[in-house]
């Protein structure tokens, strides 16, 4: 029988695939990095906003420099094991490479870098799966900020509410 024509796999996207110069591109640069910092810091980046990280990158432009990539080949700029590390230690900076992290090329010492992010924190609204670092509480009474057709996803969410002439009223204040 002969192969359909329809039957044909179409990728959607219009990304470019990285290809393997690029990649060993990039395995160069951070070896020539390596070089010109004393030190390389190993972050954890967890809902982690891109318009932020700009800011921070362009406020150390020059003093820091910072890697996001497949973790495999920054680990092969870094060196995997003792013999192919660019520097001697580096393959164990290679195996913290777990998950969502990215590399900090940098000559500020940590106590210096401390001072920097603590100086420059910016707040944030929190995202999906984020701990509360406060109490909050909703006061007993109307809430009127709620339409009608609502309150059965609150009463769904463990809120103790009844519906008053299309008002919804909270029952008992509630502390989260």
Known sequence: MPKSKRAKIVNLTQTKRKTKEWKSKLVDTMREEIDKYNFIYVIRVENMRNDKLKEIRADLTGKSRFFAGKNKVMQLALGTSPETEAKQNLHLVSEALRG?????????????????????????????????????????????????????????????????????????????
């Open 100 to 176: 969502q992290h990215m590399l900090m090329f940098t000559n500020m010492n940590l106590k210096e870098l401390n001072e920097y992010f603590t100086k420059n924190r910016i707040k944030h609204y929190a995202r999906g799966g984020c701990m509360c670092e406060q109490t909050v509480t909703v006061d007993a009474g109307p809430l009127p900020q709620f339409q009608h057709d609502q309150e059965p996803h609150l009463r769904a969410l463990g809120m103790p509410t009844k519906l008053d002439k299309g008002v919804i009223q909270l029952l008992v204040t509630i502390p989260f």
